[in-house]
């Protein structure tokens, strides 16, 4: 089955810095990369994904870059607020139906 | 609004007793599904259903059983609750489309304690 390994699982950046997490798949047949952002008490949600026909994405300071030959994709967010502090979880798609998500990276922005 | 709602919002059981968590979506979705949540584990996935009756086990279903007999409702079991099933659970569901969207929406969690 499809192994989604993601690093680091902790990251701490200063306000206005950048943040990048990275995560890799081992199922080649993996189709579609989503990132979720659980905040502290909260349910995960969706920030942003992308499919295995494109390289990047772009939305606003969240961008995600596939790179389907070395099977990684990563999370990139710039101009970090205090708002981005949260556990981001990366997932590949491994079947028709269901995901195979990363052990998450806890990010923490300090103001 | 997309809504998925989960029965408790804590639980204590003792270790031996059956233990039921429940999961209603209000979206007309097809999948559904069960992880349970570990620091430094993330999301693991325990069973998912692609429609009603039908189901498939993930990557840790030792332990747990599920049931689901209307389309909005997905019921985890845990036939006799032990220690090591002491953690966060967390109900989703998403559209059943071959091309898309593939987004998750999740419930709010059940955190359970065995004691």
């Known amino acids: 089955g499809e192994n989604v390994e993601q690093h680091p699982s902790t990251l701490s950046v200063q306000e206005g810095d950048s943040a990048v997490i990275k995560c890799t798949y081992s199922d080649s047949a993996s189709n579609y990369f989503p990132w979720y952002k659980q905040e502290l008490g909260k349910r995960p949600q969706l920030i942003i994904d992308?499919?295995?026909?494109?390289g990047e994405k772009k939305d606003q300071r969240i961008a995600v870059t596939l790179n389907k030959t070395a099977k990684h994709f990563s999370l990139h967010i710039t101009e970090t607020q205090p708002e981005d502090s949260a556990v981001y979880f990366c997932a590949a798609k491994r079947s028709r139906r269901a995901l195979t998500f990363g052990s998450g990276t806890r990010l923490q922005v300090q103001p | 609004d997309v809504k998925v709602t989960q029965s408790s919002r804590y639980l204590v059981k003792r270790t031996g007793e059956k233990v039921f968590l429940e999961c209603v979506q209000d979206m007309d979705h097809e999948n559904m599904f069960w992880y349970r949540q570990d620091p430094g584990l993330g999301l693991r996935l325990i069973y998912f259903s692609y429609d009603v009756k039908m189901k498939e086990k993930g990557d840790i279903p030792e332990g747990y059983s599920v049931s689901r007999e209307k389309k909005e409702r997905f019921s985890l079991i845990l036939e006799s609750a032990s220690t090591n099933q002491t953690s966060m659970y967390l109900c989703?569901?998403?559209?059943?489309?071959?091309?898309?969207?593939?987004?998750?929406?999740f419930g709010p969690g059940t955190r359970l304690t065995v004691t």
């Open positions: 989703a569901s998403s559209l059943l489309q071959a091309a898309g969207p593939y987004e998750q929406y």
């Open positions: 992308i499919r295995s026909n494109v």
